[in-house]
């Protein structure tokens, strides 16, 4: 036992190289091979569907590659696909999403960022209750709050509205994002906090010439869960809007099930990789920090 | 309200604080708005109106236990409730053993791991609307898998789910699966990289095998990971709704229904806002009978302490 200490102070760590052809690493990249062929499958086939004519699809095999390939079916959904009488395609979807996304980012963000901050160094009476109920109202199915919100949303004007999407986003963003900066923000030393203090800054200007600077790394990670949440959300986006101003995600469900007509599957494919498209970029774009995300996410309190 | 502000935190500097405080109470109201008129007052509103019988409007007019006899006696809710049970029990044991698995095997230093990582997350990235589109193409019984596989030769072969009112929760659940079970392998995987490295030092001079170390010492060890991935998997189940509209559509017939989107159907569709209250409240009852012992495990003792 002792031996083995002090070899592994000298030795680098891990375990002993081993012969690259070992019956134990032919077992162990051969499972992992399998897995990751049926984790890329489903984008193999997107992609290689989207890319064929629709004879070349009805000869019937969707693991083929395209014989002749064709940008026809992303032009089309793109511009030409019909969801009931409008016919322009996935665009409008994708612009009523990019206006939901921007301002429900910014908003829930710079919401969410007070909060953690004011939870963190500024705590008053009360303050840890509020909390306790936001934490416990994320466990909470949406479907109890959704009738309220509609009521809500009516009352103020924004039912059917882009604006009162935004407003939902913000509220059910809030609980996850106070965490991460409340937590992020009660790391900052406390000397830090006093010493501006002594100088004479207030709430606001601590928070803007200190925490902010500091907390740009998680408010990256922030904006990749909120960039990824709300473009990836159906439930509030097929509640709260109407078909004028649907998102990306409910126009796509329109058009690949609407029942009418024949039914294009590279078309469909295509539509689906363009909705998929924005969160896939900024999966791949932000590599750990994405990981970092969504740990944060998952790890609560 | 601010006399009793001042008083909590004064102890230190009299007499900024109040003022100081005031703004982050003020920076504070969406915070207290969202919890208090959303999450309790919406959540109460709806408890309340699932002993009315409201139809097309919301009105307060009380008829007791009604509309939870008549969710019951609903083949449909019933029908609902199996699947989400089968959907549940198979995609927890499932997605935990499918997410341990691949994370003790990426564990094994090996080489491209970032690449097998990233391959298998990368579908947790997309919604479960392109997710369940895709697989709905997949299992297309005309072009997709099924007729792939005859293809080769194997003249007999019969896989179709989503056509099959026996098995489509199944057709559900594999693509549910392949979307999930990589965040599940990534909390494992921190998990794992928790462990300290002299437990697998060890274990080897004991002479323990591999499998046998991860069974008996590293899976206990990893008890709080296994409850935060049991809480996220579990929460993720009773939301399963997205998935099931774009993928079957709780088709076909009624075979694949699940309960959040029943609760949709009766509110916004069917105008039957009583029975939405109503199955909305079993879904609440359900989280809280799962958070409850978990919120204990978790907090009841730290509170003492």
Not at chain 1, 258 to 287: C, D, H, R
């Amino acid at each position: 036992m002792a031996d083995a200490t002090v070899n592994s102070a000298a030795e680098p760590r891990g375990p002993k190289p081993r012969r690259a052809f070992s019956s134990r690493n032919i077992m162990l990249y051969g499972t992992l091979l399998l897995v990751s062929v049926y984790y890329l499958l489903p984008l193999y086939v997107m992609i290689v569907t989207s890319l064929k004519g629709m004879p070349e699809i009805r000869l019937g095999n969707v693991f083929s590659p395209p014989m002749e390939i064709t940008f026809q079916p992303w032009v089309k959904a793109w511009a030409e696909a019909c969801t009931g009488i409008n016919c322009d395609g996935l665009s409008r979807g994708f612009w009523n999403s990019v206006q939901i996304l921007v301002p429900s980012v910014i908003l829930s963000i710079a919401i969410a960022s007070v909060n953690g901050y004011a939870l963190s160094h500024w705590k008053f009476k009360g303050s840890e209750v509020f909390f306790t109920i936001l934490i416990i109202g994320a466990f909470i199915p949406y479907q109890t709050m959704l009738y309220p919100i509609v009521i809500l949303l009516r009352e103020i004007g924004l039912m059917g509205d882009l604006g009162g999407l935004v407003l939902v986003h913000t509220v059910f963003g809030m609980p996850i994002l106070t965490l991460l900066f409340r937590n992020y923000f009660t790391s900052i030393p406390e000397e830090l906090f006093k010493a501006a203090r002594v100088d004479g800054a207030g709430f606001w200007g601590i928070y803007f010439r200190i925490m902010l600077p500091m907390a740009l790394p998680i408010f990256v990670v922030a904006m990749i869960l909120q960039v990824t949440g709300i473009w990836n959300d159906f439930l509030f986006g097929v509640i709260y809007t109407k078909p004028e101003t649907y998102p990306m995600t409910v126009q796509l469900n329109n058009i690949v099930n609407s029942v009418q007509g024949v039914k294009e599957y590279n078309v469909n494919m295509a539509a689906t990789l363009l909705t998929g498209l924005v969160p896939l970029v900024i999966y791949f774009a932000s590599g750990k920090l994405f990981v970092r995300g969504i740990a944060a996410g998952a790890v609560k309190g | 309200m601010s006399d009793r502000a001042s008083q909590t935190t004064a102890q230190a500097k009299r007499p900024i604080q109040l003022f100081r405080n005031l703004s982050a109470k003020i920076a504070s109201v969406p915070m207290i708005l969202t919890a208090l008129v959303v999450f309790v007052g919406g959540t109460a509103w709806t408890v309340t109106h699932s002993f009315t019988s409201s139809r097309l409007l919301p009105k307060l007019d009380f008829v007791g236990f009604d509309q939870y006899e008549r969710l019951w006696n609903t083949r449909r809710w019933m029908i609902s409730i199996e699947n989400l049970a089968i959907y549940g029990i198979c995609s927890l044991i499932l997605t935990l053993l499918i997410g341990f698995t691949l994370a003790a095997l990426l564990d094994r230093k090996i080489r491209f791991e970032n690449t097998f990582r990233t391959i298998f997350l990368y579908p947790f990235a997309l919604s479960f609307v392109v997710t369940g589109l895709a697989w709905q193409w997949i299992l297309n019984p005309d072009f997709g898998l099924q007729e792939v596989v005859r293809g080769w030769g194997w003249e007999s072969f019969a896989f179709d789910p989503l056509n099959n009112s026996e098995i489509v929760i199944f057709g559900i659940l594999i693509a549910g699966i392949w979307q999930g079970s990589g965040l599940i392998m990534c909390i494992m995987l921190a998990g794992l990289r928790g462990i300290d490295e002299d437990i697998w030092k060890a274990a080897r001079v004991d002479g323990i095998g591999t499998v046998k170390t991860y069974v008996r010492i590293i899976i206990p060890m990893m008890r709080p990971v296994f409850i935060t991935a049991l809480v996220l998997i579990a929460s993720g189940i009773i939301k399963l709704y997205d998935l099931v509209v774009a993928q079957t559509n709780g088709g076909p017939g009624i075979s694949s229904e699940v309960p959040a989107k029943y609760v949709i159907e009766y509110m916004f569709r069917a105008q039957n806002l009583g029975q939405g209250f109503a199955a909305s409240t079993m879904m609440l009852v359900s989280v809280i009978v799962i958070l409850i012992p978990w919120a204990y495990l978790e907090f009841g003792g730290r509170k003492r302490g």
